[in-house]
């Protein structure tokens, strides 16, 4: 209770400081908002605030963990779900290192079974190999090699929003989250009354659901069975993987033939007759027109383009017009990092381990009882393991948040 309150009390000192910069959402009247208490662990929901002034003053005084507004506009923000008069939302998308498989989840993340107690690294099994439990306490942590994996998928993303769907910069908005990931949100007219149907098509071409490269087949002579023959149309998922093969080819060195599955005399003929591939395969669609070159190398290499193609976004987000969604400028109860917009052309540039710490003054004693070395606000601590240490504001509430730390009392 007496770390729960120290971080209690930094949450209190932001607010206070800081709540004029908290950047309020469109059409404020017209949201829902939710904020989950930090003692009582309650989500408060269907929240209605009229004005800036009466927000701010609510959030001061009740210092919540976390902060939301739904992505949806109604006509009574505060009435229960089906009485609410939904007018439309915005689009949005959640891409979180939690949907994306990295290795270093093994050094950092653990986990403990609460039937047993029986514990281990990385994400939490199906069920505890010991006793066949299904709960556990799962611990995560931010590291930097997670949250890359999150920025290269939004990357990806940003990409086939922009040259598949239309969308500019300027109608695309880019968050970190505060915690492992990154949000992006299109807030305009055309988009806004799209249903949770409509959404899902949008979901299934970013994750490449429902592609089929088993465009035609064709029975054998004897009539006794088939084989399948590659084709691509000119348009849509298949028109741009089109393209992505195409340069795929153009660059192609052995190496990157290998990691795609491909061997032997195709990867000799492509190599050895890459601008007749690139013309006749390609270009004209005679998929096999170069000797060696076979259907089969053409669906492994659709297959390999298709999966470094596809992000990695929360699908369930997306799709749900009522969802709600992490207010920009607030903090993150996980980590007591903001979740802070940056312009879509710094995406490269941006490092959350700066830009959205939150308390830049103060130092604490905390025990720590487990942590991998962490970079933050520019300086980098740990690793550290069952050891008393004084750390920066900051580092304190991180570590705090993620149960990682207590106040040294």
Avoid at 138 to 165: G, H, I, N, Q, Y
Avoid at 169 to 191: K, Q, T, W
Avoid at 328 to 353: C, M, R, W
């Amino acid at each position: 209770m007496f770390s729960q309150d120290f971080v209690y009390t930094k949450f209190s000192e932001f607010y206070k400081r800081a709540s004029a910069e908290i950047t309020l959402p469109a059409s404020l009247s017209q949201r829902e908002l939710a904020f989950l208490l930090f003692k009582e662990r309650v989500m408060i929901r269907h929240r209605g605030f009229a004005g800036t002034n009466s927000f701010k003053l609510f959030l001061t005084e009740t210092v919540p963990s976390d902060v939301y507004h739904s992505c949806a506009y109604y006509e009574n923000p505060e009435a229960e779900m089906d009485k609410k008069g939904w007018l439309g939302a915005d689009l949005v998308f959640d891409i979180d290192a939690d949907h994306i498989p990295t290795d270093c989840d093994k050094i950092h993340d653990k986990w403990t079974c609460g039937k047993c107690a029986f514990s281990g690294r990385g994400a939490a099994p199906e069920t505890c190999p010991a006793c066949g439990g299904l709960k556990f306490d799962a611990k995560s942590w931010p590291c930097e090699r997670c949250v890359d994996s999150a920025r290269d998928e939004t990357v990806k993303l940003l990409e086939m929003l922009e040259k598949d769907f239309g969308l500019s910069n300027r109608e695309l908005h880019v968050f970190f989250s505060g915690h492992r990931g990154y949000h992006v949100h299109v807030e305009i007219e055309a988009i806004r009354t799209l249903d949770s149907m409509a959404r899902k098509e949008m979901v299934d071409y970013i994750t490449g659901s429902g592609v089929n490269l088993s465009i035609r087949q064709k029975k054998y002579s004897d009539g006794k069975g088939k084989s399948r023959t590659f084709g691509l149309h000119e348009f849509g998922r298949y028109g741009r993987l089109k393209q992505d093969m195409h340069s795929f080819i153009e660059k192609a060195t052995k190496d990157d033939l290998l990691k795609a599955g491909i061997k032997g005399a195709s990867l000799t003929s492509i190599l050895q007759y890459k601008q007749q591939v690139l013309d006749r395969c390609i270009r004209r669609s005679l998929w096999d027109s170069v000797i060696g070159v076979k259907d089969e190398t053409w669906f492994k290499i659709a297959a390999y383009l298709t999966k470094l193609q596809v992000a990695a976004i929360d699908t369930v987000v997306t799709t749900d017009i009522h969802r709600l969604i992490r207010m920009n400028g607030t903090l993150h109860g996980k980590t007591g990092l903001k979740k802070i917009e940056f312009p879509v052309a710094s995406l490269a540039d941006f490092d959350p381990f700066k830009e959205a710490v939150a308390f830049k003054e103060g130092a604490v004693k905390v025990c720590v009882s487990d942590v991998p070395e962490f970079r933050l606000g520019g300086s980098v601590f740990g690793p550290y393991r069952q050891q008393v240490v004084e750390l920066p504001t900051a580092a304190a509430v991180l570590l705090i948040c993620k149960g990682r730390a207590e106040v040294a009392k």
